[in-house]
């Protein structure tokens, strides 16, 4: 993805995207800011920073000089889409040592010609003292000399009901298909070229494992950890600081038998009534699922969404409880307060149904309305995240999710969509799994209110997972 046709805040954003799995997220380091052949970043010193004499260790004072100098060469290159930056030397001057706080890193030119880029980094405390100062040298290559990298960006979907289809996609600030994680910058890309025919071999043609970025093959938390995180957001419902809020959880795979192909098609097996998806952006990692959330649809001036919470095994024999019943309603209130706000009229609120989605099945009422604005890409940001998978009052929940979940959820419990003709679509990011070139996360969340109970909350993203896990192994 070349990063020069993105704002500045959009290319920290969509770097800092892609720490996963690597040696950036394992030290904590993240790009900050850009000026004019200038980037920066920051890094926390941590005991797992220090060496044994309890200072910062060189090594991660390296590790983030590098990664600032790489990043740096590889923004401010000419003609990215035929030349990359590599490194090929480095030299440091420790002059001070820290033990706690941050260091900063700051990446300036000495040189930048055609075939090479030097450039000096300087490494200073929270008091803006040198810390550290590092020379890097990297040599400009063209892309053709690099092997399995580039991957074809594309999105293949069945809706329900329908026959699926592929977008191949390419980059376009202005494009016409989207995809934005929980919390960062939306992707925009064109769409192509739409396959209606033979889609799974072109995704066998098109899509190569080994060429995926590495993901992180940790469990975001174990079940002690999740309960007690479960119980603090019950705290902060019961004080009313929250109404809502929902709590996700990572499980970790290795891959399995099941090519991706054979995930797509298992899930469309599953779910019927979910649209089922699988998106892969260059530079990232494959994201699969079948999400039973559809966040807008516009045609014309036609108006449609669904408010969608609690869940419970499918055919459950008994009726709904206090707790789900009230956590739809909360929803729903919401997403009517929203749409009002945004202008929309004539809000019809459909009957409350029970939707099935695979294993599980939850309350759902379609809300239908006249949107006078027809600006299908606002109303999706303004109406993400969705209290399905954020919470209620939505900054709140964010903010509680962003403080201490504690881990990145990525796209997860984001959105994708995209424009065709009159027609506007946008669905949740749910149910999903990320594959890379080394294994899986599987994702899934519960709604926790002040009738929540810690284990039963646990049982219910136990079940998602265990759903994935079989698409996955079997």
């Known amino acids: 993805m070349y990063l020069c046709k993105m704002t500045n805040q959009q290319i920290i ?30 890094m926390p010193v941590s005991s797992k920073h220090l060496q044994p004499a309890g200072i910062l260790h060189g090594g991660a004072t390296l590790s983030l000089a590098e990664t600032i100098g790489s990043a740096a060469s590889n923004i401010f290159i000419d003609n990215p889409s035929e030349y990359i930056a590599v490194g090929q030397e480095i030299a440091a001057n420790h002059l001070k040592s820290i033990s706690g706080g941050y260091v900063y890193a700051e990446a300036k030119f000495l040189h930048k010609g055609r075939s090479s880029h030097v450039l000096e980094i300087r490494v200073t405390d929270d008091n803006e003292k040198l810390i550290s100062f590092v020379k890097m040298t990297n040599v400009i290559i063209s892309r053709k000399k690099e092997t399995n990298r580039i991957l ?15 977008f191949s996609l390419r980059e376009k600030n202005d494009g016409d298909f989207y995809f934005a994680p929980f919390d960062g910058h939306l992707i925009q890309l064109s ?15 098109n899509l190569k494992l080994t060429s995926l970025p590495k993901i992180n093959l940790n469990n975001s938390h174990s079940k002690s950890d999740y309960l007690k995180l479960v119980q603090k957001a019950l705290s902060s419902c019961k004080n009313n600081a929250l109404e809502k809020v929902v709590l996700s959880r990572t499980k970790a795979h290795k891959l399995g038998s099941a090519s991706p192909v054979e995930m797509f098609n298992k899930l469309c097996d599953q779910y019927p009534l979910a649209s089922v998806y699988m998106i892969l952006i260059d530079g990232f990692t494959l994201w699969i699922g079948a999400t039973p959330e559809c966040l807008m649809e516009l045609n014309g001036n036609n108006f449609r ?14 009726k709904w409880g206090i707790k789900e019943e009230e956590e739809q309603q909360l929803v729903t209130r919401d997403i009517v307060q929203m749409l009002d706000a945004l202008g929309c009229q004539n809000i019809i609120i459909g009957d409350l149904k029970t939707l099935a989605a695979g294993p599980v099945e939850h309350l759902c009422s379609l809300i239908e309305a006249f949107h006078p604005l027809k600006n299908a890409l606002k109303t999706a940001r303004s109406l993400h995240p969705t209290p399905a998978v954020g919470g209620l009052p939505r900054a709140q929940s964010k903010a509680f999710i962003l403080q201490h979940e504690n881990y990145n959820r990525s796209f997860y419990s984001g959105y994708f969509g995209w424009q065709k003709d009159t027609r506007s679509i946008f669905y949740v ?41 079989r698409v996955i192994t079997e």
Not at 16 to 33: A, C, F, H, P, V
Not at 191 to 205: A, R
Not at 305 to 318: F, V
Not at 454 to 464: A, G, I, L, Q, S
Request: proline share 3%.
């Open 13 to 42: 954003d969509n770097m800092n995207q892609k720490r996963s799995g690597t040696l950036m997220e394992t030290l904590d380091i993240q790009y900050t800011s850009i000026d004019k052949d200038i980037l920066r970043g920051k």
């Open 191 to 205: 769409i192509s070229e739409t396959i209606i025919k033979n889609c799974d071999q072109w995704v066998k043609s």
């Open 429 to 469: 990011n749910l149910r999903c799994m990320e594959l890379g070139n080394n294994g899986i996360l599987s994702y899934a969340g519960a709604g926790i209110t002040s009738k929540s109970k810690p284990e039963d909350e646990w049982d219910e993203t136990e079940e998602k997972l265990k759903t994935l896990h």
């Open 152 to 166: 074809m960006s594309f999105a293949w979907i069945r809706e329900p009901g329908k026959k699926s289809i592929v």
């Open 305 to 318: 969404t669904m408010s969608l919470a609690a869940t419970r095994p499918i055919n459950y024999d008994g």
